[in-house]
Each structure stands twice: as C-alpha cells, then as structure tokens.
C-alpha cells in the first residue's frame, strides 16, 4: 500500500494564479480532509469529506474547493492564489469509526509570491 | 476562548532518560485526544489514541494519561533514544461526528547520546 500520496511536493504561484494539489489514498478510507500547517500555529481544518459525494467546509475554508467524486481521491483545489496562502499542506485519511488515528500525506510546500 | 497549548520551547534530555511532554487545553470537551509524531518535511504519524473515560494508554516504549478534571495529557517516552528526537503534536477530537481534530502547535524533542 502506499497510504496517502501527495503531488507536487513543492510548487511556486504568483498571486492570482490557481491549480489543484491532488490527494490519493488506497486504503479505501471513507473519512478524507486538508489541513495547512503554518509557523507558530497548529494543523488547520481547510475542508472534509465523509465519503464520495460528500463535503464540508473546516476552520479555514476561504479561498479553497474541494470535490470528493471517488473514494480514493480528494484534490484541494486554490481558485486565485494569495500570498496569505503560502504554506505547507497536508492531506490526510481515516476509517470513518470514531476514535481512529489519521494516516498524512508527506505534504505540499506551496508558496505565493 | 477555545486553546490547545503545548511547550512550545524544545525538550532536551538524555537518551535513556524519560521525556514527558504536555498538553493542556481550555473550553474544549473532548471525545478522544491523539498524540503524533512528526519529522522536519513530512507528515505527522499517528502514534496514540486515549479515550476520555481512559486514565492511561500504553504502546510500547510510549504512555499517556488523560485527566479531562485537569485538562491535561501527559505523554511519556521511557528509555528515550536520539531517533525519538521529534515534533510531537496533540490533537484533540471534539466529538462532532466526523473527528475534526484540534491540532496544538507541537513540542520538540531532542534526545541527547
């Protein structure tokens, strides 16, 4: 299995520019979600899905979409990036029973200019 | 206000000594809290779940209370060794239903030869 895979790994944009990180799991998963990861603050909520079809916005959602068509994909997409936006960001994946621990991504190193 | 607070100073002990990092948090309710362990330029590992009726949970060389009247979690690792030198985050699971996880801002861990 290869968990939970990330691309790119590093990706420069200048301001107003968009693209899509992509996210893919193959431990068929039904809970999926983004979080950025910024200096001095802890992993943030972006958006979630409980399963295909499914999605909800977390703690900072502005400025992101997301779909969630297949169960092994959940890509996060940036409509028009912002310097605000730089960060690292992480993708993970769970069994949707509570009380499971989460399986990351290696993460996306994005920085706006 | 809702907060998650760990040392955010760096933890310097020498191998085979205990390490014993916390957590405290204030006007949260949790379910469930989670540790994670996270290396420079890569994903967190999930290490350790406990439960709110749970005093302790152990894992190998790893343990954890929880005390929801103190609002504190302890996380120990005995007979610490150089490749345990880490960020270690706590998480909290706030019980909506989906595991929207609370991140603290992580502590890390040097461990000394």
């Known amino acids: 299995n290869a968990g939970v895979t990330q691309t790119p790994k590093f990706q420069v944009l200048k301001t107003g520019q968009s693209m899509t990180l992509q996210c893919a799991q193959d431990?068929?998963?039904?809970?999926m979600s983004w979080y950025r990861q910024d200096p001095g603050m802890g992993l943030r909520l972006i958006h979630y899905?409980?399963?295909?079809?499914?999605?909800d916005q977390g703690e900072v959602p502005n400025g992101y979409n997301v779909s969630r068509s297949t169960t092994e994909d959940f890509p996060l997409r940036l409509l028009s990036a912002a310097p605000s936006q730089t960060s690292v960001y992480f993708c993970?994946?769970?069994?949707?029973?509570?009380?499971?621990?989460?399986?990351f991504g290696p993460g996306t190193r994005l920085t706006v200019l | 206000s809702q907060k998650i607070e760990q040392n955010s100073e760096a933890l310097n002990i020498q191998e085979g000594k205990t390490a014993t990092l916390t957590c405290n948090y204030t006007?949260?309710?949790?379910?469930?809290l989670q540790w994670y362990r996270q290396d420079p330029g890569r994903g967190p590992v999930f290490l350790l779940l406990?439960?709110?009726?749970?005093k302790e949970k152990r894992k190998e060389r790893l343990k954890v209370t929880f005390d929801t009247t103190l609002k504190q979690s302890l996380f120990h690792i005995t007979a610490s060794q150089p490749a345990d030198s880490a960020t270690y985050l706590c998480?909290?699971?706030?019980?909506?239903?989906?595991?929207?996880?609370?991140f603290g801002t992580g502590t890390r861990l040097l461990v000394s030869p």
């Open positions: 431990m068929n998963h039904e809970y």
């Open positions: 899905s409980v399963g295909a079809g499914i999605t």
């Open positions: 006007n949260y309710s949790p379910a469930y």
């Open positions: 998480a909290l699971d706030i019980n909506t239903g989906f595991q929207k996880l609370v």
């Open positions: 993970a994946s769970s069994y949707s029973m509570q009380g499971q621990g989460k399986f």
């Open positions: 406990i439960r709110e009726n749970e």
